[in-house]
C-alpha cells in the first residue's frame, strides 16, 4: 500500500483496529513498527498514510474507518495536539466509545497524560495557534476530548523499567488482542476431531483474521466434510497464494479438492530401516535376524505404523518368539493396517480410554483394574510404540484406537453394555 493510497480508498469492510497519529513524529520510528507488528498478529488495522496537506474536515470515508473499527489506537505525540485532523478523528473516536462501546487504547509516546489531560507544554503552544484559526465551540471541543483522553489510563512509553519500544509494542499487542478476543470475538474452547462444535463466530474469527493473510492450513485426519466447512468453509476465507493441505482415509472428503495425492507405501528399502530402529535400535538388522525382519517387512505391507509397532514389539524377543509373531502375520496377508496390528494387542491395555487424558487418570483406572504397577504398565505400552506420554497427557495413534474399539465391537456386537474398555495385558500379572 503506497503512502497516498490508503486516505483515498474506502475501507473494505470492518477493521478490528484504526491507528490516529501524528505522522510527523512516529511514522518512521514507532508508528511504522507497531502497524507492521499488527498486521503481522494478523490484526486488520486502517492506518492513514497520506501527507498532503489537510483541511479541517475529515472525509467521509475515514469517519467510516473509524465508526466500523472496533479498536481504536491513539498514539499522543508532541505534535498531535497541532494537528486540527488528529483532534478530529479523537473527538470522532470519543463518540463511538460512548455509542458502540469501542475499546479506545491510549499510547503517550514523549509526552505525558498531564499535557494531554491540561493541554499544556507543546499542546499550550498548539492551543494558541489554533483559537487564532477557529471558532471557540470546536476548539472547546477538541479540549474536551483531550481531556477526557487524558483522564483515562493508557500506555505510556516512559513507565516501561527499560523503555524498549519492542517491549512496550509487544505489550500492546497482547491488550489489542486480549480485547479482540475476549470482548467481540468467540473462540470455540475445544475442536474435537470427532465433533467440531465451531459456532458462526468461530468461523467469523477465521475469515476475519486470515481473509487477508497468505497462510499455510494443515488439516490432518479430517474423518468429515463438516469438519470441513467449519474450518475453511469458502475459499474467500483465506487470503490470495494460500495453501490448504487435508489428509484423510476418506477420498469423499476431498472432492472438490484442486489436487489429490495418494500416500504411497514405504519403499522396501526404507521400511527395513524403520522397522529395525525400533526393533534393534539401529538402521539395519542383526545378522541373524536378516531374514526375519524382512518377512515381517514384507507382511507389514509397508505401512508405517504397522512397521513402528509391530518393531517395537519384537525388540528384545528371541528367535523363536520372532518366528510365532511372524507366523502370525503370515496368516494376515492383506493390507488391513488393523489385522497387521493385532499381534500387538495383548499388550494394548488401554486402546480405548486412553486417547489425550491425563497420565493421573489413566494410572487410576489401570491400578483399579489390575494388581501390577500402572506406571510399568505405561512404559511398557510406550516402549511398544502402542502410546505415547506427552507431558502429564496419554495419547495414542487414532489407528490404534480405532482398532481397539473394532475388536470390542466385533466381540459384542448385539450387546450394547459389554462394550466397555478393552480387556488385554500389558503385563504379566493382569489377565
Avoid at 486502517?46 to 498514539?75: C, M, N, T, Y
Avoid at 519492542?166 to 474452547?189: G, Q, R, S, T, W
Avoid at 467469523?204 to 468453509?233: H, P, S, T, W
Avoid at 475459499?235 to 504411497?264: E, N
Wanted: charged share 30%; aromatic share 8%.
Amino acid at each position: 500500500m503506497t503512502e497516498r493510497e490508503s486516505s483515498r480508498s474506502r475501507p473494505e469492510g470492518a477493521y478490528d483496529v484504526f491507528l490516529s497519529f501524528k505522522g510527523e513524529d512516529t511514522r518512521k520510528m514507532f508508528t511504522e513498527y507497531l502497524y507492521a507488528i499488527l498486521d503481522q498478529a494478523g490484526i486488520h488495522t486502517f492506518r492513514d498514510d497520506d501527507e498532503l496537506p489537510r483541511g479541517a474536515e475529515i472525509p467521509d470515508h475515514l469517519l467510516r474507518a473509524i465508526q466500523e473499527s472496533k479498536i481504536s489506537i491513539v498514539v499522543f505525540s508532541k505534535g498531535y495536539a497541532s494537528s486540527i485532523w488528529c483532534l478530529n478523528e479523537l473527538v470522532e473516536i470519543l463518540k463511538c466509545k460512548k455509542k458502540t462501546g469501542q475499546i479506545v487504547i491510549r499510547i503517550f509516546y514523549d509526552i505525558g497524560p498531564l499535557d494531554v489531560r491540561k493541554q499544556t507544554g507543546s499542546f499550550a503552544e498548539a492551543f494558541d495557534k489554533h483559537e487564532e484559526r477557529f471558532e471557540k465551540k470546536l476548539v472547546k471541543e477538541w479540549r474536551k476530548a483531550l481531556e477526557e483522553a487524558g483522564n483515562l489510563s493508557g500506555w505510556n512509553l516512559e513507565d516501561m523499567a527499560n523503555g524498549s519500544e519492542a517491549k512496550f509494542i509487544e505489550e500492546i499487542i497482547k491488550d489489542v488482542l486480549n480485547n479482540l478476543e475476549h470482548k467481540y470475538l468467540y473462540v470455540p474452547e475445544h475442536l474435537d476431531g470427532a465433533n467440531i462444535n465451531c459456532d458462526d463466530r468461530g468461523k467469523f474469527l477465521i475469515k476475519e483474521r486470515l481473509c487477508r493473510k497468505r497462510v499455510l492450513v494443515v488439516a490432518d485426519d479430517v474423518a468429515l466434510q463438516d469438519q470441513l466447512n467449519a474450518l475453511m468453509g469458502d475459499r474467500s476465507w483465506f487470503g490470495p497464494g494460500s495453501r490448504v493441505i487435508i489428509t484423510t482415509r476418506d477420498s469423499s472428503v476431498l472432492l472438490k479438492a484442486d489436487q489429490t495425492y495418494q500416500i504411497k507405501e514405504v519403499e522396501p528399502d526404507e521400511a527395513l530401516q524403520l522397522f529395525s530402529w525400533h526393533a534393534f535400535k539401529d538402521t539395519k538388522p542383526a545378522e541373524e535376524y536378516i531374514e526375519l525382519s524382512k518377512k515381517a517387512v514384507d507382511y507389514c505391507g509397508g505401512l508405517p505404523l504397522a512397521l513402528t509397532v509391530i518393531g517395537a514389539r519384537l525388540s528384545g524377543k528371541n528367535r523363536g518368539r520372532w518366528e510365532s509373531e511372524i507366523d502370525y502375520l503370515s496368516i494376515n496377508p492383506n493390507q488391513d493396517i488393523q489385522g497387521k496390528l493385532l499381534t500387538s494387542f495383548d499388550a494394548l491395555d488401554i486402546a480405548c480410554f486412553s486417547i489425550d487424558r491425563k497420565k493421573e487418570y489413566v494410572a487410576k483406572v489401570l491400578g483399579a483394574r489390575c494388581r501390577c504397577n500402572p506406571e510399568v504398565v505405561l512404559e511398557t505400552l510406550r516402549e511398544r510404540s502402542l502410546i505415547k506420554v506427552l507431558g502429564e497427557t496419554v495419547t495414542m495413534h487414532d489407528l490404534l484406537r480405532d482398532m481397539g474399539r473394532e475388536v470390542v465391537r466385533e466381540s459384542f456386537p448385539l450387546l450394547l453394555g459389554k462394550r466397555t474398555k478393552v480387556r488385554a495385558r500389558g503385563c504379566m500379572e493382569c489377565t
